[in-house]
C-alpha cells in the first residue's frame, strides 16, 4: 500500500508561481506512476500531469497546463513534484496526487491510491 502527502498550497498573486510537493510512502514508491489532478467547487475533478517511474514518460493536459506546468519526480526523496508558473485564477483547486502502478488507469483518473489535496488559490 501506499501513502501519499500533498504540500506546498497557498495563496498567490496572479502570475506568480507555486512548487507542490507529493511525499509518498509505502510499498513499491519506485515502479509507480504518478500523476496531479485538480478539483475545483462544483467542476469535476481535472487531469493535470503524469510521469512514469522511471520519470522518462510525462503526459500534461494541454487545456488546462498550456505550457506553465512541469511535472517531475525524485525517487531517491519519493517525492512527486508540480511546478506551475504564471498562475491565473482559473488555477484556483484542491490539487490531489494519486500514485498507481498502470500509468493508463491514473490518466482515466483510476489510480489505486490518492492524497488528501492541498489547496492552491490564486488571487487577483
Known amino acids: 500500500q501506499v501513502q501519499l502527502v500533498e504540500s506546498g498550497g497557498g495563496l498567490v498573486q496572479a502570475g506568480g508561481s507555486l512548487r507542490l510537493s507529493c511525499a509518498a510512502s509505502g510499498r513499491t514508491f519506485s515502479r509507480y506512476a504518478m500523476a496531479w489532478f485538480r478539483q475545483a467547487p462544483g467542476k469535476e475533478r481535472e487531469f493535470v500531469a503524469a510521469i512514469s517511474w522511471s520519470g522518462g514518460t510525462m503526459t500534461y493536459n494541454a487545456d488546462s497546463v498550456k505550457g506553465r506546468f512541469t511535472i517531475s519526480r525524485d525517487n531517491g526523496k519519493n517525492t512527486v513534484y508540480l511546478q506551475m508558473n504564471r498562475l491565473t485564477q482559473e488555477d484556483t483547486a484542491v490539487y490531489y496526487c494519486?500514485?498507481?502502478?498502470?500509468?493508463?488507469?491514473?490518466?482515466?483518473?483510476?489510480?489505486?491510491?490518492w492524497g488528501q489535496g492541498t489547496q492552491v488559490t490564486v488571487s487577483s
Open positions: 494519486a500514485a498507481d502502478a498502470s500509468y493508463a488507469k491514473l490518466a482515466a483518473a483510476r489510480g489505486d491510491y
